[in-house]
Every structure is written in structure tokens, then in C-alpha cells.
């Protein structure tokens, strides 16, 4: 005799398991180590500062771009070998509480973008840098810090 199990899963309960699912790219990884804020914050430092070899020396303009872009692949290489597939802005189907942190982190660049520009356009080249560091690492701590508790939040719903 061959007898058939039905899952005690009601609908909700399925339902439920389908949104974690969904969530777990998101709420899965670990918090990032203390020093990807100021990393982060140097590399845009240095980006904007090569800036200075623009119309002096274009060879030297070009390496350093690429120099900086090889660096951050292999970082970002790294991170992904390290921590596995990472949740990226505008892909996927976020959770509604990570997705809200996408946005402002997408609104927040822009406005750090704009803020190194003007001083750029205020107070030079040097100071732009300065401001690409000191502006990048406290949005990036201050967005890793909103980040884990809108995870903690959907871990929380989901509970």
C-alpha cells in the first residue's frame, strides 16, 4: 500500500517560504568588514585625483584610470569569491525595506557626485579629493549601517 504525505503547509505557510527564498541573497550576507567604508572612500579619492594628470600627462591620466579600474575589479572579484553572489541595485526582486535602501543609496550617490563637483568647481582638485573620501566613506558606512537594520527587519517579518 503506498501511502501519500501532504505537506502541512497551508497556503500562507508556502507563501511565506517563497519570501524568504526571495530574501535570502539580501538578508543572508554577513556585515561588511569596518574598513570597506574608508577603502571605498580612498579609491574615489584617488579617482578624482588623477584628475590632475588630465592635461599635463595623458599617458599618465590613462594609466592610473586603468590602474584604479583593474584594482576595483579584483576587489569586487574578491568580495564576490569571498561572500558569493552579491546583491546588486536594480536587479532582482528585493525585499520592499531593501529596496528602500537601494533608492537612497542611488539618490545618495548622486548627491555625493554633486557635492565633490562643486567643491571641485569651489575649491580645487585637491580639496575635491579630500571630499570624495570624506563623502564616500561616511555614505557608505552610513548606508551599510541602514542596509543591516532594513535586513533585520525583513528577517524579523519573516521570522
Known sequence: ????????????????????????????MPPSPWWVPPFFGAWFAAYVGAFAFWRENGLAFVVTMMALSAGMGAFLGWLTRRYGALPMPGRGTPPPEIRREFQRYAVGAVVVAGLVACVWWWAGLMAASAAAFALVTAGLSLYQARYERAAAVVRERLA
Open 1 to 28: 500500500m503506498l501511502v501519500v504525505m501532504e505537506s502541512s503547509f497551508g497556503l500562507s505557510e508556502r507563501i511565506r517560504e517563497m519570501q524568504r527564498a526571495e530574501a535570502a541573497p539580501y538578508i543572508g
